[in-house]
């Protein structure tokens, strides 16, 4: 297991080097909402039971294919500060080819307002969102971000407060939600509350485990998936399990500041509480 640690570091040394400068500008967001309140936008079916109208002028992390979201515009629209952020490119890799993603980041390009600082993640995947908007010249004008993430978190890792930071090479993780979270900490959020955020993809049917059918990410989810050589039952455990035990880290890094809006969800780790009373 020692031999196995330091060959896994070394080799997630490697591939961080030459970003290490790129993320290194994340350094204008440590802090930058201390004292503040922030909201995580998933896209699990729960969150078609808010009304997300009243978030118009809260600080907004929405994650991944939010976008498609019928209440979007409404509540991207406002001049307070708001953020999406997108998981790294991932595989298999020879069944998700550059144009995937060049229409993945088209889509990107139609949806998403100006005013909406953005953040990439990239990763060991060869095909990354810095490659494609630079080689394809997209996502002129956009406050464009990149975050960097392929440190393994192995069986014997011991939770640490410096592995939020956006300025070095993040732990990996099975969802966008574990990064937007890391985000708000980082950004030094004292109230964090996940909407959507549900993590039970195994409970629902599985042509429709999102709030809505669409979005270029979410277009053949399950085949994509078991195209992998894990089936879906499988995946999804196993993701589900590595979630909820980084979940638990945060929750012990940084007590009663992240709570969950959603009954339905996975992350009971984190106190319930009632949206309206918010």
Not at 87 to 98: I, N, R
Not at 114 to 121: D, E
Request: aromatic share 16%; charged share 20%.
């Amino acid at each position: 297991p020692f031999v196995t640690r330091i060959l896994n570091s070394l080799k997630s040394y490697c591939e961080f080097l030459p970003y290490a400068n790129v993320v290194k500008k994340n350094d204008i967001y440590r802090d930058i909402h201390k004292g503040k309140r922030c909201f995580i936008l998933g896209s699990g079916p729960s969150i078609n039971d808010f009304d997300l109208n009243k978030l118009s002028n809260e600080i907004i992390i929405g994650l991944n294919s939010f976008y498609i979201h019928p209440d979007f515009n409404t509540i991207f629209s406002s001049e307070v500060p708001k953020y999406m952020l997108c998981a790294p490119f991932h595989g298999p890799e020879d069944q998700l080819p550059e144009s995937h993603w060049l229409d993945l980041l088209k889509e990107h390009e139609d949806h998403l307002n100006k005013n909406i600082t953005l953040f990439y993640g990239l990763g060991s995947c060869n095909l990354n969102a810095k490659k494609i908007t630079e080689k394809y010249n997209m996502l002129r004008g956009y406050n464009l971000n990149y975050y960097f993430t392929s440190n393994v978190q192995d069986e014997w890792y011991s939770p640490n407060i410096k592995h939020f930071d956006f300025t070095k090479n993040l732990n990996t993780a099975s969802t966008s939600s574990v990064w937007g979270i890391m985000l708000a900490l980082y950004m030094g959020f004292d109230e964090i509350y996940l909407i959507g955020v549900d993590n039970n993809l195994i409970c629902l049917p599985r042509d429709n485990p999102r709030f809505i059918k669409g979005g270029i990410g979410h277009i053949n989810e399950q085949k994509i998936t078991e195209l992998g050589t894990f089936s879906w039952n499988y995946f999804t455990s196993f993701h589900l399990a590595r979630t909820l035990k980084q979940y638990e880290f945060m929750n012990l890094l940084y007590p009663d500041k992240i709570y969950n809006c959603s009954k339905v969800s996975m992350a009971d780790m984190f106190p319930f509480i009632h949206y309206d009373d918010i």
